[in-house]
Nanobody, 126 residues
Framework: QVHLRESGGGLVNTGGSLRLSCVASGIVSSTIAMGWFRQAPGKDREFVAGINWNAEKTSYADSVKGRFSIFRDNSQNTEYLQMNNLNSEDTATYFC???????????????????WGNGIMVIVSS
């Protein structure tokens, strides 16, 4: 059974940084693409960042380019999202996402995701 466990969320001031982690169990991480989505209150879940199985390809939503960085450590079955220069619009619940098989990491949508984490909250305070 695949299980994704996020950590690292919390409350941060505007301009601050956080690093989210997602540990995958029940699956070989070197065979999957991983990513992050987020959902703010009253809004749809949206793509944030994605990374292919060997970390050679990444993709980002325009809203986070230059501020967020996704990376992974397959030896630890873990992906990370480094978030810098946070602002109030980044306040949301962040979800770890997994896609099976060969995928185009330039293309992400909610319907493409095979497994989801339970989500972790990030609150940016002004």
């Amino acid at each position: 059974q695949v299980h994704l466990r996020e950590s690292g969320g919390g409350l941060v001031n505007t301009g601050g940084s956080l690093r989210l982690s997602c540990v995958a169990s029940g699956i070989v991480s070197s065979t999957i693409a991983m990513g992050w989505f987020r959902q703010a209150p009253g809004k749809d879940r949206e793509f944030v960042a994605g990374i292919n199985w060997n970390a050679e390809k990444t993709s980002y939503a325009d809203s986070v380019k230059g501020r967020f960085s996704i990376f992974r450590d397959n030896s630890q079955n873990t992906e990370y999202l480094q978030m810098n220069n946070l602002n109030s619009e980044d306040t949301a619940t962040y979800f770890c996402a997994v896609r099976l098989g060969p995928v185009d990491v330039a293309k992400w949508s909610v319907s493409f995701v095979d497994y989801w984490g339970n989500g972790i909250m990030v609150i940016v305070s002004s």
